[in-house]
């Protein structure tokens, strides 16, 4: 009961801005719920926050998932869960791509960040959470949030067994994501 009241309390705190609910289905079942960090990242915070309240992430794979290291969503164009998945993680939403907003955070276990190509300032729609340390992504990648609940939702997800953590088969599902403040 202590549990869920401090939890309750947390995220009625204004240390709690904002966030998201992530309801998984698949091999993981459970949510997610991560506290998104407009301080530290605003524009990129916006662009989660507006793609989860138009619905955009419901129904999007996790398309990329590597033992010990991350699980990647977010394709919101190819990674739809009732289409054809053979191109998901090659693209985003249909709003530009954001400049890079790095800080000096170490991405440690449930830290969110977004994924991007090559070019630091190429981030939209797609984003990955850690399953471990993996400090040789500070400075490279914007960190947006952190897991404040769901780790074992996330350890549960399906892990990747083709190429580069490409799903072989069903990949677990984002049914829904939902802001929270």
Partial sequence: MFKIFFFLTFLSSPLFASGIVISVDGEANGEIVIDLFEDIAP???????????????????????????????????????????LMAGMGGSELPNLDQEFSDLNYD??????????????????????????SFLNGQ??????????????????????????????PDVMRTVKVIK
Avoid: C, W
């Fill in 43 to 85: 524009r990129h915070v916006e662009r989660i926050t507006t793609l989860a309240s138009d619905g955009l992430y419901n129904g999007v794979v996790f398309h990329r998932v590597i033992k010990g290291f991350m699980a990647q969503t977010g394709d919101v164009k190819f990674g739809k869960s009732t289409g054809d998945l």
């Fill in 141 to 170: 990648y914007t960190v947006i949030g952190k897991v404040i609940n769901g780790l074992d939702v996330l350890d549960s997800i399906k892990i990747g067994e083709g190429a580069n953590g490409t799903i072989l088969g069903s």
């Fill in 109 to 134: 276990r449930g830290i969110v960040g977004m994924a991007r190509s090559q070019d630091p300032d190429s981030a939209n729609s797609q984003f990955f959470i850690m399953f471990d340390e993996g």
